[in-house]
């Protein structure tokens, strides 16, 4: 699974290219905590295990940290 979340006031992108697989049904960013208040919007998106395929990425919508 990839996943991002992005600050848009900030500019700033929380990412991880190579968390969990599918099978495991979940997973996890750690955010500082000096983003607290801060509005993040989420997106994900799967990769094949030989890097050759990619799905498109996925809106997951907004929160407030």
Excluded: Q
């Excluded at 190579?18 to 919007?41: D, M, Q, V, W």
């Amino acid at each position: 699974m990839m996943l991002m979340v992005y600050d848009v006031d900030n500019k700033t992108a929380i990412y991880e290219t190579s968390g969990a697989r599918r099978s495991k049904e979940r997973e996890s960013l750690e955010i500082p905590s000096f983003y607290k208040g801060n509005t993040f919007h989420t997106w994900m998106a799967f990769i094949a295990d030989d890097r050759m395929g990619i799905s498109a990425s996925t809106y997951c919508g907004s929160f407030i940290f």
